[in-house]
C-alpha cells in the first residue's frame, strides 16, 4: 500500500490491481472505483457476449463466473455474479470467466451452450449468455445437479422471449434426476419422457403426431473433466499476497482494501462518513440510480475475523461479510446435524433465504449489509429481531455486543451503530425446548423479488402446555423500519394459543400494524391483512407442531391444514405436440421441421452481434438524454451550464440544434424531437449532452437543471374522462338492432373493469449509434429498431436531409414485442441530430429505468358494458365503450383502439352490437404497439362479461362461452364472413387434451376440502384478425443475390427480434430454390437494399415477407430453368456458373401486397383481414386466499397456425406469447404517482414472469391439418394471437376467488381488474381478516399510485 491513509483523496496512485479473465492476466494499473466489472468487460476487454439488462441486479443478463482461491479450503470456489453490481476494484487476484471463455462456434461449443441453442432455448438471444453462465457455474459446482439446483440456478435470470420452458428442457439433460415428471405428464403412459422419439401414433391411430423438438442424442456430451482450470499464477498469488492492502484512485471515489481488521478499524475511525462496501447490491444502487456519491469506499470483504463462522454455546457466529450463499449452506448443515427443537431460527432464516433475491445477489451479498442497509423491508431484519440475534460492534477502540429488537432501527435506514464504528459478527441463536419461529414473505412475485411485507414470528410455550410465556412479532413492509407487535404479544403471554387467543391477535395486529394509505408502496389494505394472515398461518403451524409434541392444544380442522403448508415448488413437466411432415419430403427441405433458429448458437456463445456490440470508433461520442421530470409543465428555462463543466462534455443539445424539423411522430407529427416550449409527460425529451464515456454523459445529463411553470396534468383515464380529453376520431363498430337485441334479453347486465398497462421489457434496451458520413450530408445508422424505414424518415425529417442520405442498418434485436415499432426513433432522432452536429459517431444505449420511463408500453384500458342475454346463455346483444389510455400523443393509438374494436366479441357470435372506442389523451409517455395492440385488452373485458354471464345464471362458464362460440359462415360485427373455421376444433382438442371434464371435478373437491385455498379452472378461446389493419402496410420486399459460388445472399424486409423471422425466410428460400438453408445467409436488415419496408409487427411478417421472398426467388428460379433444362443432372453451382457466364442477372427482387384488403368504419363495410388466427386455452391455478399468491398448476394450449413452417419456432412463440400475457395479466403492473411520475422502472419495482411462474404442467399442441392457403406454404401467423390465451389463467383465478367468495356468502359476478396481483386476489377473498383491515375512504389521502 502506498502513501499514508489519512487523506485517501490526496493520493495520486493506484495500486495494480491483478485478475484474470478468461485464464488471460491482466493488470490494471488505473482501476476506477466507480466502473463495474461489465462496464470493464465491454468497454475495455472488448468481451461484449456479456450484456447489459438492467444495471441493477435483477435480470441476470450480465452474469458472469467469478472464482476465487480459498485458503480454508485450499481450492478455488466458483460463483455467478452480476457484472453489474460487480466493482472492478473488488476483483483483486479473482479469475473472470465470461461466456466467450467457456466456447465459441468457431472454437468448440461448450455442452452448456449447444443444449440451450438446440433445445430452442434462444429466440433473441440477448439473455442467453446470462443464462448459460448461470448454467455453467452450477455445473462447475455440481456437475450432476439436480432439477430443483438448476431452477434455483436461475431465480436471477429473466427471459422475455421463450417462456422458460425450453431452456428448462434443454438443461433437464444436464439433471441426475432428468427431471422426469414422475408420471404426471400428459402423454398416453402419463410419462412426460415418453413419445419423445419423434413421430408417433396417435390416439386416433395417426402415425405423424411429433412430440420431439431436439434430439438429445446430438448433444455432445458433458465432461467436467475437460473444464477450464483455476489460473495456476493466481493460487499461487492468492497464497502469497491475500493479505495486502490497496488503494484505487478514480475521478470522484477511493478505494480502499484493508489487510487487516486493526487497519479497517483504522480507517473507519479515521472517515467515518467512509461507506463500507461487500457485495455492493445495495451500495451499487445507490450510486446508479439514487446519485449517492461516495467519496471512500472501505472494501473489507476478505478479512479473516469478517468472514468467520463460529459455533459456540448459544448459536452460530457469523462474520458480517459472510455471504448469504454461505449463511445458507452453513445453516443448512446445522439443520442435518442439530436436534430439530434447536434449529427452529435457522430454518425461519432458510426460508426467508430461499426467496431473498437470486443466486447471483446471494454468492455476493453479506448478511452484515442486509442488516446495516436497514431496509424497512429486509427479509432477514425481522428474523434476526424475533429470534434476538446479538450483533457484534467495534470501533478501534474496542467492541460492544447489542441485542438485535427494537431499539436497534433509530429511523428509515439507520441504526445505532456509530458512525466509528462497523458491524463484525451476528450471532443467530439456537432454538429452545418449547420455542417455535417461523417467517413469512409476500411479495409480488414469489421468485427474486422485495417484499410487500415480510415477517417473523417467535413463540416459546411454558413447558408441556400451550401457554403462551414469550412471543415476539416482527414485521418488515409496515413502517419505516422493521418493527414489532410489542402490544399485541404482550397481550397474549398467558394465555393459552387457540381460536380465543386468535381473535384477540387479530384485532391486537390490526390495530396496532396500521399503515397511512398515502404510504410509500401503497396497498395499506392488503399489508395490513397480510399481517393478520401470517399469524393465522403461524397459529396453525404451531397449533400442529403442538399436538404432534403430545400438547393437549386445539385441534387444527382438516380444511386449514393447506393454509400451514409451506409452498414447495414442484419441476415442472411440459408436452408439445405438432405434426410431422410427410416422408416424402426432401431431406434438404426444412420446411415444417422443427430447425433451431439460425443464431441460437452464436446467442449461446456471446459472438451474436446486437447493436452495442458493435466495436466503439476511435473517435466516438457517448449521448445521454435530459428529460422532464414534470408531467405537465411549461418550460421557463434550461441551464446547461453545470454540465459544461463536467469533464469529458463535448456538448449540449437543445431543440434549437435541430437542424431540420423538431415535429415528429410515427403516423403523425404531433411530437418533439427535443421538447421547445413545453413538457407533456414525465420522460418527454427536453435535450441531450454528449460526452467521451457514457459515466460522463449521464453524470452531466444530471446535472442540467430545467426551470418549469407546473400545469394541470391528466394521468388516469378517469380524469381524461371527467376532462373529455380525447385524441379524434372516436371509433364505432355497430351491427344488428341494439334495443331490439335488449328487448329479446331474459337478463340484462352490465359491468366494467380495467386493464393495466404493461411494460415491454425486452432485454436489450433502445440503442442507436449514428455515425456520419462526412459527405452530402450523408449518415448511416445502427439501430435496435422494429422499423428501419420509419427510423430513416424521420431521421431524415430531423435532419432536414432527403431520406436518400440515411442508411439505417438493423443486425438484430434483443426483444421488440412492438415497444421497437415506433418509438425507437425517440431516441435515434436524438443521436443523429447530435452526430450530424459534432461530425463524429455517437451511440447511446438507454438504460433500463431511462427506457421504461421514456418510452411507453401497452394501453391500459377501461372497459364499460351492458349484455343482453337468454336464460340459456346465449348472448343477444351487446354495448361495450373503451377507453385506452394513449399518452400525450397519438403514435399508433388509432390502430390500437381500432383492434381493440375489431376483437370486442373475442370469439362469440353476438347478433346485435355496438363498440365505441375513445383515445384519451394524457400526461403519461405516448403508449405504443405491444404484442396484441389492443386485441388482448379488447378481448379481455369480452370474456369478463361472459364470465358475469355465466356467474349470474350459475351455469358453468365452459358452457356458455361454447354456447357463444363463432361458427362457420357466422357474420362477424364488421361483415367479414368467416371461413375455414377452426374455432371449435381448436376448443375439442383442448378440452379433451386438458381433461377438463375430469379437471373440474376435482377442482370442485378440492375446494370443498380447503378453506384457504381454493382452486379455479377456466377455458378461453382466441380469434385474431392477421394483417394491419393501415391497408398500405400490407406489403413487403426482398432482394435475393445468387453469387458465382453458388451461395445466395437474402434480404428482405422484416426484422428479425428473436422471433425467427430470419430462419423462416431461410426456410421458405431453401425451399423454393431447392437448394439447403446452409447455402442462404441473410446479414442484416437495411434501407439501402429493402426501401421503404413496413415495421416488423401485426404478425404478419412472414406471411408478407415470405411471399416477396417467394416471389424473388421463383424470379431467380425461373431465369435458372434454361440452365437446369439444358443440364438437368447438374447441380445447383453448375446452373448458377452456366446463367452468370451467359450474362444472366442473378439479383431479383420480390414484392408481396396482401390482396383485397380494405375497410370503411363508416359504412361497417370490407375486409380488414386477410384470415384468422384460432386457439384455445385452459388453465388450472391455485391460489392462497391468506396471501393471494397464486400457482399456475396447469395450461394446455391449442393453437391453429396452420401448416406450421418450422414447430420448433411456432411452439416457441406460443409459449413466449403465452407467459407474456400471463405477466400481463396476473403480474405485471406499472405504478404511477398521482403526478404521472413512473414508479416502476426496473426489474427491482417491476416484476415480468420468472423461471418459477411457468405452470407446472403445460401442454401445448399446434392444430394438425388445418393448412391455410392465404399464406405462405399454407402457414399462419403466430407472433401475437396466443397471448390472449393466458386470458385463461386470468378467468381461473376469478373462478378461484369465486369459490373463496362463496365461503363468505359471496355469489354472483364481481369485478376483478387486470392484473389479478396478489393484492388484487387477497382484497377479494372477503373474509373475517379483511374485514378487520377496512379500506380508507377514497378522497380523504392522497395515494402512492393512482390506476392510470
Ligand atoms: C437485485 C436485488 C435483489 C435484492 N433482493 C433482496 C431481498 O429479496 N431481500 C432483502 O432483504 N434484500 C434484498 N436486496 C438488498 C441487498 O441485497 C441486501 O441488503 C444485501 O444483503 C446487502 O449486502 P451487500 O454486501 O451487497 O451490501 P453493500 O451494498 O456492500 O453494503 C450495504 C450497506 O451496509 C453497510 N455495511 C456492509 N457491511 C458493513 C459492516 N460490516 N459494518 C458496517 N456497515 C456495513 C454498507 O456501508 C452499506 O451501507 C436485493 C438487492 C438487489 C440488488
Ligand atoms: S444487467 Fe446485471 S442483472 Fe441486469
Ligand atoms: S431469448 Fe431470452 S430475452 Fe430474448
Known amino acids: 500500500m502506498n502513501g499514508s491513509r489519512t487523506d485517501p483523496r490526496s493520493r495520486a496512485h493506484s495500486d495494480a490491481l491483478i485478475f484474470f479473465v478468461n485464464g488471460k492476466k491482466i493488470i490494471e494499473r488505473n482501476a476506477d472505483p466507480e466502473m463495474t466489472l461489465l462496464i470493464y468487460l465491454r468497454r475495455k476487454l472488448g468481451l461484449t457476449g456479456t450484456k447489459l439488462g438492467c444495471a441493477e441486479g435483477g435480470c441476470g443478463a450480465c452474469t458472469v463466473m467469478l472464482s476465487r482461491y480459498q485458503t480454508g479450503t485450499q481450492q478455488p470456489s466458483h460463483h455467478a455474479v452480476n457484472a453489474c453490481l460487480t466493482p472492478v476494484c473488488s476483483l483483486h487476484l479473482a479469475a473472470v470467466t465470461t461466456v466467450e471463455g467457456i466456447g465459441s462456434v468457431a472454437r468448440k461449443l461448450h455442452p452448456v451452450q449447444e443444449r440451450i441453442a438446440k433445445a430452442h432455448g434462444s429466440q433473441c438471444g440477448f439473455c442467453t449468455p446470462g443464462i448459460v453462465m448461470s448454467m455453467y457455474a452450477l455445473l462447475r459446482n455440481n456437475a450432476t445437479p439436480k432439477m430443483a439446483d438448476v431452477e434455483e440456478a436461475f431465480h436471477g435470470n429473466l427471459c422475455r422471449c421463450t417462456g422458460y420452458r425450453p431452456i428448462l428442457e434443454g438443461y433437464k439433460t444436464f439433471t441426475a434426476d432428468g427431471g422426469c415428471c414422475g408420471g404426471k405428464g400428459a402423454s398416453a403412459d402419463g410419462c412426460c419422457k415418453a413419445n419423445r422419439n419423434g413421430a408417433e401414433e396417435d390416439s386416433d391411430g395417426r402415425v405423424d403426431e411429433a412430440r420431439s423438438l431436439f434430439d438429445a442424442a446430438e448433444f455432445a456430451p458433458y465432461d467436467p473433466t475437460q473444464e477450464i482450470i483455476f489460473p495456476p499464477e493466481l493460487t499461487s498469488l492468492a497464497k502469497g499476497q491475500r493479505s495486502a492492502s490497496l488503494s484505487f484512485v478514480g475521478d470522484r471515489t477511493v478505494w480502499l482494501q484493508p489487510d487487516s481488521l486493526e487497519e479497517f478499524l483504522q480507517l473507519k475511525w479515521e472517515h467515518p462518513e467512509a461507506r463500507v462496501v461487500v457485495g455492493n447490491t445495495e451500495v451499487g444502487i445507490e450510486v446508479k440510480f439514487k446519485n449517492m456519491e461516495y467519496p471512500v469506499i472501505l472494501a473489507p470483504a476478505f478479512l479473516v475475523e469478517l468472514n468467520a463462522v463460529t459455533h459456540t454455546e448459544h448459536g452460530i457466529s457469523f462474520g458480517a461479510a459472510c455471504t448469504l450463499s454461505r449463511v445458507g449452506s452453513v445453516l443448512k448443515q446445522a439443520v442435518k446435524t442439530l436436534p430439530p427443537h434447536q434449529t427452529e431460527v435457522f430454518l425461519a432464516v432458510l426460508e426467508q433465504l430461499r426467496w431473498f433475491a437470486g443466486l447471483q445477489i446471494r454468492n455476493v451479498a453479506a448478511v452484515g449489509g442486509n442488516i446495516m442497509t436497514a431496509s424497512p423491508i429486509s427479509d432477514l431484519n425481522p428474523v434476526f429481531m424475533a429470534a434476538g440475534c446479538q450483533l457484534t460492534l467495534m470501533d ?8 438485535m429488537d427494537d431499539t436497534f432501527f433509530t429511523g428509515y435506514r439507520k441504526t445505532v451503530v456509530r458512525p466509528r464504528e462497523v458491524l463484525l459478527a451476528i450471532e443467530i441463536p439456537y432454538s429452545k425446548e418449547g420455542q417455535f419461529v417461523s417467517a413469512f414473505k409476500q411479495s409480488p412475485r414469489r421468485e427474486d423479488d422485495i417484499s410487500v411485507v415480510t415477517a417473523a414470528m417467535s413463540v416459546t410455550f411454558a413447558p408441556g402446555t400451550d401457554i403462551v410465556d414469550e412471543l415476539r412479532l416482527s414485521y418488515g413492509g409496515m413502517a419505516a423500519v422493521t418493527v414489532m407487535a410489542k402490544m399485541a404479544a404482550s397481550s397474549l403471554l398467558g394465555r393459552r394459543w387457540g381460536e380465543e387467543l386468535l381473535q384477540e391477535a387479530c384485532s391486537a395486529l390490526a390495530e396496532e400494524m396500521t399503515v397511512d394509505p398515502s404510504a410509500p408502496g401503497g396497498m395499506a389494505t392488503y399489508r395490513r391483512t397480510l399481517t393478520l394472515s401470517f399469524f393465522y398461518k403461524f397459529y396453525l403451524m404451531v397449533l400442529q407442531k403442538l399436538r404432534k409434541q403430545g400438547v393437549n392444544a386445539e385441534e387444527v380442522g382438516s380444511e386449514c391444514l393447506s393454509a400451514a403448508e409451506i409452498y414447495d415448488p414442484e419441476t415442472p413437466s411440459s408436452v408439445q405436440i405438432y405434426q410431422a411432415v410427410q416422408d416424402q419430403q426432401g431431406r434438404d427441405d426444412s420446411v415444417g421441421r422443427p430447425m433451431m433458429h439460425l443464431s441460437a448458437l452464436k446467442q449461446a456463445t456471446g459472438e451474436a452481434v446486437y447493436c452495442d456490440d458493435v466495436p466503439l470508433y476511435e473517435n466516438e461520442l457517448y449521448l445521454a438524454l435530459v428529460t422532464s421530470s414534470k408531467a405537465h409543465a411549461n418550460i421557463l428555462s434550461v ?32 411530437e418533439t424531437v427535443l421538447a421547445q416550449d413545453q413538457v407533456t409527460c414525465v420522460g418527454h425529451i427536453i435535450g441531450a449532452v454528449v460526452a467521451d464515456t457514457q459515466l460522463h454523459a449521464q453524470r452531466a445529463a444530471k446535472a442540467v437543471t430545467v426551470q418549469y411553470e407546473e400545469l394541470q396534468p391528466i394521468v388516469s383515464i378517469q380524469e381524461a374522462i371527467e376532462a373529455q380529453s380525447f385524441f379524434d376520431p372516436m371509433r364505432t363498430i355497430q351491427k344488428g338492432d341494439l334495443e331490439a337485441g335488449f328487448s329479446q334479453a331474459d337478463h340484462v347486465l352490465e359491468g366494467e373493469m380495467h386493464i393495466g398497462g404493461q411494460e415491454h421489457f425486452y432485454l436489450e434496451t433502445n440503442v442507436t449509434l449514428a455515425v456520419p458520413r462526412g459527405e452530402d450530408g450523408e449518415m448511416e445508422l445502427f439501430a435496435s ?15 432536414g436531409v432527403p431520406a436518400n442520405r440515411v442508411v439505417v442498418r438493423v443486425k438484430r434485436m434483443g426483444g421488440g414485442f412492438g415497444g421497437k415499432e415506433s418509438r425507437s426513433t425517440a431516441l435515434s432522432t436524438v443521436v443523429a441530430v447530435a452526430a450530424n452536429k459534432l461530425k463524429r459517431p455517437v451511440r447511446c444505449m438507454l438504460d433500463r429505468d431511462e427506457d421504461m420511463l421514456i418510452t411507453g408500453g401497452r394501453h391500459p384500458f377501461y372497459g364499460k358494458y351492458k349484455v343482453g342475454f337468454l336464460r340459456s346463455g346465449k348472448v343477444v346483444a351487446l354495448d361495450v365503450t373503451y377507453y385506452a389510455n394513449a399518452g400525450n400523443s397519438k403514435d399508433l393509438s388509432l390502430a390500437v383502439l381500432e383492434r381493440s374494436l375489431f376483437h370486442m366479441e373475442n370469439s362469440y357470435h353476438v347478433p346485435n352490437i355496438r363498440g365505441r372506442g375513445f383515445l384519451c389523451r394524457t400526461n403519461l409517455p405516448s403508449n405504443t404497439a405491444f404484442r396484441g395492440f389492443g386485441g388482448p385488452q379488447g378481448m379481455l373485458v369480452a370474456e369478463n362479461w361472459m364470465t358475469d354471464v355465466a356467474q349470474s345464471l350459475g351455469k358453468p362458464a365452459d358452457e356458455v362461452r361454447r354456447l357463444n362460440l363463432f361458427a362457420e359462415g357466422d357474420l362477424t360485427p364488421y361483415n367479414t364472413k368467416l371461413e375455414r373455421m377452426t374455432l371449435d376444433r381448436c376448443w375439442e382438442e383442448c378440452l379433451s387434451r386438458s381433461g377438463y371434464p375430469e379437471r373440474r371435478a376435482a377442482v370442485g373437491a378440492f375446494n370443498s376440502r380447503n378453506r384457504w385455498t381454493k382452486r379455479g379452472l377456466a377455458i378461453v378461446p382466441t380469434m385474431f384478425g392477421i394483417s394491419f389493419t393501415a391497408t398500405f402496410l400490407n406489403q413487403a420486399g ?128 370490407g375486409r ?93 399442441s399446434l392444430l394438425r391439418d388445418a393448412p391455410n392457403p392465404k399464406a405462405v406454404f399454407a402457414s399462419k401467423a403466430v407472433g401475437e394471437p396466443p397471448l390472449f390465451l393466458a386470458a385463461s389463467v386470468f378467468h381461473a383465478i376469478k373462478d378461484a376467488i369465486g369459490a373463496a367468495r362463496a365461503e363468505s356468502g359471496l355469489g354472483g359476478p364481481f369485478r376483478l381488474d387486470s392484473p389479478a396481483s396478489a393484492e388484487r386476489i387477497r382484497n377479494a377473498c372477503d373474509d373475517r381478516f379483511t374485514k378487520l383491515c377496512p379500506p380508507a375512504e377514497p378522497g380523504t389521502f392522497t395515494p402512492w399510485s393512482v390506476q392510470v
Open 639 to 670: 441551464d446547461t451550464s453545470a454540465a459544461e463543466g463536467v469533464p469529458g462534455v463535448v456538448c449540449c443539445l437543445l431543440s434549437g440544434d435541430v437542424p431540420g424539423s423538431n415535429r415528429t411522430g410515427p403516423a403523425e407529427y404531433d
Open 1168 to 1260: 380488414p383481414f386477410n384470415y384468422f388466427s384460432f386457439g384455445v386455452g385452459c388453465s388450472e391455478v391455485e391460489i392462497d386466499c391468506l396471501t393471494g399468491a397464486h400457482k399456475n398448476l396447469n395450461s394446455t394450449l391449442v393453437m391453429d397456425v396452420g401448416r406450421s413452417l418450422n414447430p420448433a419456432i411456432d411452439i416457441g412463440q406460443v409459449e413466449g406469447a403465452f407467459m407474456q400475457g400471463v405477466g400481463l395479466f396476473t403480474l405485471e403492473q406499472l405504478h404511477y404517482s398521482p403526478k404521472g411520475v413512473l414508479l416502476t422502472r426496473g426489474p427491482g419495482s417491476y416484476k415480468i414472469p420468472a423461471f418459477g411462474d411457468i405452470p407446472k404442467h403445460l401442454t401445448v
Open 785 to 799: 429498431t422494429q422499423s428501419a424505414s420509419k427510423t430513416q424518415s424521420l431521421v431524415a425529417k430531423a435532419l
Open 396 to 403: 478501534k477502540d474496542g467492541s460492544r455486543v447489542v441485542q
Open 1038 to 1165: 426482398a432482394l435475393v443475390h445468387i453469387y458465382t459460388d453458388g451461395s445466395v445472399l437474402l434480404t428482405h424486409g422484416g426484422t428479425e427480434m428473436g422471433q425467427g423471422l430470419h430462419t423462416k425466410m431461410i426456410q421458405v428460400a431453401s425451399r423454393v430454390l431447392g437448394i439447403p438453408c446452409s447455402d442462404i445467409h441473410i446479414s442484416e436488415t437495411s434501407t439501402n437494399t429493402v426501401a421503404n419496408a413496413s415495421p416488423t409487427a401485426a404478425s404478419a411478417s412472414s406471411d408478407l415477407n415470405g411471399a416477396a421472398v417467394m416471389n424473388a426467388c421463383e424470379v431467380l428460379l425461373n431465369r435458372l430453368e434454361p440452365y437446369k433444362k439444358k443440364n438437368p443432372k447438374g447441380s445447383w453451382g453448375d446452373w448458377v456458373a452456366a446463367a452468370y457466364f451467359d450474362r444472366v442477372n442473378l439479383s431479383a427482387n420480390g414484392f408481396y401486397r396482401t390482396p383485397d384488403l380494405h375497410y370503411d368504419f363508416d359504412s361497417n363495410t
